[in-house]
């Protein structure tokens, strides 16, 4: 073997020609524990709002902007940690993320007030914005090829377990230590994660290769990667290619046929992530409103993120035969079944079930556009891609426990709400039906597949 390695070609080989192995499951591991503190946070507040509510004595209707005080945290994190990754690496920005939303996290239990949560949970999302979008990157590009899509789906896991169990810390604590518990376990959660990605988590050799004179750091992670291959020391790589005009445009996700695919992905993203930051801020209070005890409303709110991680798990076997047809199938049908909470004189047991079945939905859907987000463009603009869609879905999201403040505001009937709540998952599900037409018209399959690399300009 000579000293010197072919750098495109052979970068990409010796990721694509992988065995899934210890450097995966390494890798899966370290990135499943970011996004399940990342879930953590996400439905810690809700499920501490009847308490807040009941202890200092404000009405719920106005609680929407500290509900969406994350979300909107996540607008400017995004941004400032997608170019905190792009100048300075994927692994950093996460662990960067980590701490932020970690410490903010456990500042929240010693809150006393409404504004000072609302500032914290801003400070929260600033954190939490640049997690998934660096960590779907680092996943796509340390992945073989072959396994990218299940990878970065079983990824995606755990923001579904870490929003399962704040329900769980509330069972076997809040009545004892209170709402602040949440918070505490939160926050420890976080930090625990980012030390163990300090000193675990591997940079992606392709950003790597992009810096340029970065030679040593990819042959260790390389080494890491395929130990099955000899890599002498002193191994270089040549220059990487200039970035292409195309790369810096977000003119690049309209170009070669993608114009339609992004218009109708972004949809996809706001309508699911607007239902389930709505369930993930309101669902428990919406199940006191039924009469549903503290005890019986936690254990409903988990079987909706168990649902959603069941969901992602089906997701994974689904998208890589029916594309984006699995997604609209799951929004379709999730329309019914969060109508169906209404119902009258329910019990605990069946509006479980609900539950589960709206999280398998809901959260299996919002899976499987993250997942298309990241293979259907091509990779000079595949980050771009992902964390514009995920920066617009986040409209949904802060739209979603607004929408709910308004609507208990205006102290509209349950039924109404439900079905006011279906409509945008309907829209979506039509958005992704036409997203698999256009799919199959233009590869004559509806797997989803990278598109041509958009001229410069």
Known sequence: MS????????????????????????????????????????SSLGLATPHLIREWGVPASSLGPMLSASLVGIFVGAPLLGTLGDRYGRRLAIIVGCVLFGITTLAVAFADGVTQVTILRFLTGVGMGGVM?????????????????????LMFLGISAGSATPPLVALWGMAEYGWRLIFVVGGGVALVAALGLFFFLPESVKYLHRRGARDAEILRVLRRMRRDVALPEGTRFAPPPEQRAG???????F???LAPITLLLWLCFATALL???????????????KGVTDRDAALVVTCFHVGGTLGGIAMAALLGRLGMLAVAALLLLAAPAVV??????????????????????????QF??????????PTACRAKGVGTALAVGRIGSVLGPLFGAQMLALKVPLTVLLLALAGPM????????????????????????????????
């Not at 239902?275 to 409103?289: G, R, T, V």
């Not at 169906?340 to 859907?365: C, E, T």
């Open 368 to 377: 499987g556009c993250n997942v298309t987000a990241g293979m259907v463009y």
């Open 133 to 153: 979008p660096n960590a779907i990157a680092l996943n796509s590009e340390l992945s073989p090829k072959r396994l990218r899509a299940a990878l970065v789906t």
């Open 275 to 289: 239902a389930n930051y709505f369930l993930n801020s309101w669902l428990p209070l919406l199940l006191e409103m």
């Open 426 to 457: 309907l829209l979506g599900g039509l958005g992704a039906l036409a997203i698999g037409v256009i799919t199959r018209r233009r590869s004559g399959s509806f797997r989803i597949t990278e598109a041509a690399e958009p001229a410069a300009g």
């Open 247 to 253: 790369e810096a445009s977000i003119g690049a996700l």
């Open 3 to 42: 000293a010197a390695v072919r750098p495109a070609a052979d970068l990409d080989a010796l990721v694509d020609g992988q065995r899934f192995g210890a450097f995966n499951l390494g890798l899966l591991f370290w990135s499943f524990a970011a996004l399940f503190a990342d879930g953590f946070e996400i």
């Open 340 to 365: 169906a909470f209404d119902l009258p004189q329910l019990p605990a047991f069946w509006l479980g079930l609900l539950a589960g079945f709206a999280g398998f939905a809901i959260l299996g859907a």
């Open 255 to 257: 170009r070669g046929g």
